[in-house]
């Protein structure tokens, strides 16, 4: 009998003490809208507000452009240098002369054949004179270092200095100047805006200059000097056109090489002009002959136009807000 007693109150002691600790239980989840935030009546759950994503730094990337353009000739393109796609107006591989764009090249490939030498003084002047201030004189002078020659080839074929240019940097377009009094001049070269972007990146990637001189002339192209109004006759300022069109947010990811080539030509009464720029990103080249009545400031401003209609995103553009998912928690 005792036994049963004791039984008995031992099962009434369990239920009595389940009954104590499950609304203990249940008010530690719950009751206080913690833990579980609140389910089975409590306050409505907190959802922390959406992160803005921030969009990629800008950078240069094929897309359409649309110029009034009024002259003979109108032709860009760009290399993306990631993917070594290149894209650009529908006549990107017809060809213009290239002026004094194509001194980068001459100092490039005359550094190149010195290897770990040192050229001379007077030779390291004229090679950044060339560049910087895109000085004839200079250029000539670094041309004829380099093995380049005024003799017109037999059979039609570029000189020595441009033929490497063609060989070491893959051009399929560009040939020798076709004006037969200019037969043999450097800056009569012809080559489309697309060479004109691989010969960017051949510059850019060490082919064109070698290990040793690359960032020697990358830096010199960086330093390009002088505005469009400052101008001598074997001389002038070729610091305009492409960096004139990209904002603030691209110039402060790293220098920006360029070298521009321009001249007034009697033969044909046009401003021949030819713009160049690189990064570590992309080549962009602008090849431009339109009446010698527009002056250089028209050809100026169509390169930098380009370059602008190509920045990708656009400087300000609106931060983009992650989509939450609707629903009940």
Not at 9 to 35: C, E, N
Not at 96 to 112: C, F, G, N
Not at 204 to 228: F, H, I, P, Y
Not at 287 to 312: D, F, I, N, W
Request: aromatic share 6%.
């Amino acid at each position: 009998m005792r036994s049963r007693v004791t039984m008995v109150l031992a099962v009434l002691a369990v239920l009595l003490g389940a009954g104590l600790l499950v609304p203990t239980a249940y008010a530690k989840l719950a009751g206080d809208g913690s833990g579980l935030g609140g389910l089975g009546g409590g306050a409505a759950a907190q959802v922390p507000a959406p992160t803005p994503t921030p969009p990629p730094p800008p950078t240069l990337a094929a897309g359409p452009v649309s110029v009034n353009f009024k002259g003979e000739f109108f032709g860009w393109a760009l290399m993306d240098r990631k993917t070594g796609t290149v894209s650009g107006s529908k006549n990107m591989a017809s060809t213009s002369s290239t002026e004094s764009m194509l001194k980068a090249w001459i100092v490039s490939d005359y550094l190149r054949q010195l290897g770990d030498k040192e050229p001379s003084a007077s030779l390291k002047r004229d090679a950044s004179l060339a560049i910087r201030d895109s000085n004839d004189d200079a250029a000539n002078r670094v041309y004829k270092a380099a093995g380049g020659s005024y003799k017109v080839p037999a059979g039609g074929q570029p000189g020595p200095v441009v033929k490497r240019a063609i060989s070491i940097c893959g051009l399929t377009d560009t040939k020798r100047g076709n004006v037969a009094t200019y037969e043999g001049w450097w800056s009569f070269t012809r080559m489309s805006p697309r060479d004109a972007v691989r010969l960017g990146d051949c510059i850019a990637d060490g082919k064109a200059a070698g290990r040793k001189w690359t960032k020697w002339v990358l830096n010199e192209m960086a330093q390009v000097r002088g505005s469009v109004k400052v101008q001598q006759a074997r001389s002038g300022g070729g610091k305009w056109g492409i960096v004139d069109g990209l904002p603030a947010e691209i110039k402060a990811q790293g220098p920006v090489a360029i070298k521009n080539g321009w001249t007034p030509l009697s033969y044909d009464g046009n401003w021949h002009v030819s713009c160049l720029a690189v990064t570590d990103k992309w080549s962009l080249a602008v090849m431009l002959r339109y009446p010698q009545s527009s002056k250089l400031e028209y050809g100026a401003k169509v390169c930098a136009s380009v370059a602008t209609q190509l920045v990708t995103p656009q400087p300000g553009a609106a931060l983009k807000v992650p989509q939450q998912p609707v629903g009940k928690l």
